[in-house]
């Protein structure tokens, strides 16, 4: 689906590896007899399908891509440490994607803490950051594919709900890491159109406001 | 003894399944360690000081180095120690351990505690109860021809599963809820007593009447913890 954040995970994941893929877009209201079959589970986006084989959930495909082509880009670090260090923070970011989500659904004063209590969630997942120019040190790694699209998306939501989340006085090294991951080329190519992605936001803000 | 060996400690709550995830993976990997039991009502500094974020168990200590969360340490003790591997080689194979793990942490669970713990009169009760059941039948699929998830071996599935093989029963007995039985989950119920059998599994499982005691104790807030979280 072209505006999902989980399915661009695994895009850039596929991308930075260098392996061609072909993408198959699913209308989510209207779920295709193949998507069912191969994620009979949770029937979500995204799947990727390797050799006929089905995997589901977007941070165990991304693991997956990288010990599939083992070769290539190194998504994870080679370290152990590095790596639980890596999925723990990853696990954070899972488990408190809700708090985003909650800016988009309400208004006034529950919005205004649902926008500071997604504030403290990334300051303390922005200390995962200190020192480092990517979450994965020097280059993009497994922390950057699973948080990067909080660079792309995040904007959009605070334009579309008139509330400021990501800023320099906040959040100052989470902010200059949006830049330096939206400059890299393989994962800007990747991205959704952000006019059609705000206004796709605008018309759903509008749908969640009046139920 | 070699003297530069890093020391792997192990700070954990007595009774809790993610806990023993921790120190079977240890096990089956014959590392040595120190176990600091914590007390949840009343945690210590060092919990707080090497956990600060979630504040919860295990947290494994080796060396300088801290690990959270259960499934990170499971992976971490694989990737770090000597000793039959618990995850499978094949990067499908591992990816598919990792979704089942995933399925039972996130979608399983919920559908599971509230079919224990809603009042029996309530009227949500039996959708929890078929949507658990349903979750059941997912896993006793996987588990078909297959002694462990991970095969012929306890693995990396089997004791993210550990919950599920141990503490069913004693939640089941305390609830007053049945969900697994012989004749719907064959599989299931056979995987279960392999599991709890395991000669190193059973090093690390908690006392099966001190948990019953513990759940009895804790009933009427579980109960009350179903009522209030039911619209969440």
């Known amino acids: ?211 | 003894m070699a003297t530069d060996v890093p020391a792997v400690k192990l700070i954990g709550w007595y009774g809790s399944p993610y806990v023993h995830r921790a120190e079977v993976a240890l096990r089956l990997k014959g590392v040595p360690y120190e176990f600091i039991r914590d007390d949840p009502i009343n945690k210590s500094e060092l919990l707080l000081q090497h956990n600060p974020i979630h504040k919860k168990v295990p947290v494994l200590l080796h060396g300088d180095r801290t690990i959270c969360e259960s499934l990170v340490i499971l992976e971490y003790v694989d990737e770090t120690f000597d000793g039959p591997p618990l995850l499978p080689v094949d990067p499908y194979e591992r990816a598919m351990a990792r979704f089942w793990a995933h399925f039972i942490d996130q979608k399983f669970a919920r559908p599971f505690w509230m079919s224990f713990w809603m009042c029996e009169d309530d009227e949500h009760k039996e959708a929890f109860v078929k949507e658990a059941k349903g979750n059941l039948a997912i896993l006793e699929e996987q588990l078909k021809g297959r002694r462990f998830f991970g095969g012929d071996a306890v693995g990396f599935l089997d004791v993210a599963a550990c919950g599920l093989a141990h503490w069913l029963g004693v939640i089941e007995e305390v609830s007053g809820v049945t969900l697994v039985n012989g004749d719907e989950f064959p599989a299931f119920c056979k995987w279960a007593k392999a599991y709890v059998n395991d000669d190193t599994v059973k090093q690390s499982l908690p006392d099966r009447d001190e948990l019953l005691a513990f759940f009895s104790g804790n009933k009427e807030i579980y109960m009350a913890l179903a009522r209030a979280t039911l619209h969440k």
């Open chain 1, 1 to 211: 689906m072209w505006a999902s954040p989980m399915v661009i995970r695994v895009e850039w994941a596929l991308r930075l590896k260098g392996v061609e893929y072909e993408y198959v877009d699913e209308d989510l209201a209207n779920k295709s007899a193949d998507l069912l079959r191969y994620n009979p589970v949770t029937k979500k986006v995204p799947v990727l399908v390797h050799d006929g084989k089905p995997i589901a959930e977007s941070t165990i495909i991304v693991e997956y891509i990288d010990e599939a082509w083992n070769g290539g880009y190194p998504i994870m670090a080679a370290d152990p440490y590095e790596r639980a260090q890596a999925r723990f923070w990853a696990r954070y970011a899972e488990d408190k994607v809700r708090a985003l989500y909650a800016i988009f659904s309400t208004t006034s004063e529950a919005q205004r803490k649902a926008a500071h209590e997604a504030q403290q969630c990334l300051k303390t997942l922005e200390t995962a950051l200190e020192g480092k120019k990517f979450f994965g040190g020097d280059a993009v790694g497994y922390v950057d594919i699973i948080v990067g699209w909080y660079a792309h998306w995040l904007p959009v939501v605070e334009e579309v709900c008139g509330v400021s989340v990501v800023t320099d006085e906040e959040l100052p090294l989470l902010k200059a890491w949006f830049g330096r991951l939206l400059a890299v080329d393989v994962l800007k190519a990747a991205l959704p159109d952000r006019d059609r992605l705000l206004a796709a936001n605008k018309a759903r803000r509008e749908q969640v406001l009046s139920a």
